[in-house]
């Protein structure tokens, strides 16, 4: 069965700490891996990953692949209280179709 | 401005009285997937389409119907609501050929 799974499932930390969030997966015909970042609202798109071992980075956000482990790690620095959020992972996998099987999410929240 | 569209954005009803839930997106995007996110469960792929005229389940199709008659509307639609499909309820679409989707915000349904 394709799965995806994220840890921790919270996390708490302060202002200006920086978080590694982690996601996994076991699916058939891997894709590509998404970042997603859902506050009280949509999901957001964040980032996505193809090739192992390339990090893609947004201001204080990054990302990189491991395919070898399947695996996957967001990396925020200074965290700012504007971080906390629901932070998914999620896989496109199998076929033509392009869906995508979602992590149940990381919560992060930052205190001041 | 692009964006996915959904309506209403809160609804509360009874068991077995029929209700559509609206989505529309301006992006000219050929896939567009229904979710449903629960706590502890995550995002959830009810049905999705690839084009006009094409639709498929996705995990947790029971109870839901879907139609594509236009490429820019994909409503979903309860035909009997049950309590268990109290939830909140996000459409996405994308582009062919792109993994990212993008998400509209959200419609939170309760089923008395």
């Known amino acids: 069965e394709d799965k995806v799974v994220q840890s921790p499932l919270s996390l708490v930390v302060h202002e200006g700490d920086t978080v590694t969030l982690n996601c996994s997966y076991e699916?058939?015909?891997?894709?590509?891996l998404l970042w997603y970042k859902q506050e009280k609202k949509a999901p957001t798109f964040l980032f996505m990953l193809?090739?192992?071992?390339i990090e893609k980075k947004s201001g204080r956000l990054s990302s990189i692949l491991d395919k070898k482990e399947l695996s996957s790690i967001l990396n925020i620095t200074a965290t700012q209280t504007g971080d906390s959020a629901i932070y998914l992972c999620?896989?496109?996998?199998?076929?033509?179709?392009?869906?995508?099987?979602f992590g149940k999410g990381t919560k992060l929240s930052v205190k001041p | 401005e692009a964006q996915v569209t959904q309506n209403p954005r809160y609804l509360i009803t009874v068991t077995g009285k029929k209700l559509t839930v609206t989505c529309s997106q301006n992006?000219?995007?050929?896939?567009m997937s229904w979710y449903r996110q629960d706590p502890g469960l995550g995002l959830r792929q009810i049905y999705y389409?690839?084009?006009?005229?094409?639709?498929d389940k996705g995990d947790v199709p029971e109870g839901y119907k879907v139609s594509r008659k236009e490429k820019r509307n994909f409503p979903l639609i309860l035909e009997s609501p049950s309590p268990n499909q109290t939830s909140l309820y996000f459409c996405?679409?994308?582009?062919?050929?792109?993994?990212?989707?993008?998400f509209g915000p959200g419609t939170r349904l309760t089923v008395l």
């Open positions: 193809t090739s192992s071992g």
């Open positions: 992006m000219n995007h050929e896939y």
């Open positions: 699916v058939t015909n891997f894709r590509s």
């Open positions: 389409s690839m084009n006009v005229e094409v639709t």
């Open positions: 999620a896989v496109n996998y199998g076929g033509s179709q392009g869906n995508l099987i």
């Open positions: 996405a679409s994308r582009t062919s050929g792109r993994s990212e989707q993008f």
